[in-house]
């Protein structure tokens, strides 16, 4: 393996398990008040974007990092639309 794909598959794996600590919280918490509905959503709106990028590249680092990343940002984002439509109960 190249050493630039070998640095693109460790940047996608730190990036991507940084989103695991935040939505294991909220999952259990449920607690979605310190979560930016604004900032989410722009922000998954990005993350599927580098996925259309990574896909029309065929590069499978920024593939397989933004597809993971999307599902843990999608399912926080969900989360907050949710729980915050409900408050905090």
């Known amino acids: ?4 794909e ?3 598959y460790l940047a996608a794996i730190l990036t991507t398990c940084s989103f695991v600590p935040q939505a294991l919280h ?3 918490t449920r607690d979605v008040r310190g979560i930016s509905l ?3 959503s722009v922000f998954t709106a990005g993350v599927a974007l580098w996925l259309v990028y990574g896909l029309t590249l065929a590069a499978w680092p920024i593939v397989v990092a933004n597809a993971i990343t999307l599902a843990l940002a999608g399912t ?3 989360m907050k639309v949710v729980y915050g439509a409900r408050g905090q109960r």
């Open 38 to 40: 604004g900032m989410y």
């Open 6 to 8: 070998l640095i693109g």
């Open 1 to 4: 393996m190249p050493t630039t």
């Open 26 to 28: 909220t999952f259990r």
């Open 76 to 78: 926080i984002l969900g």
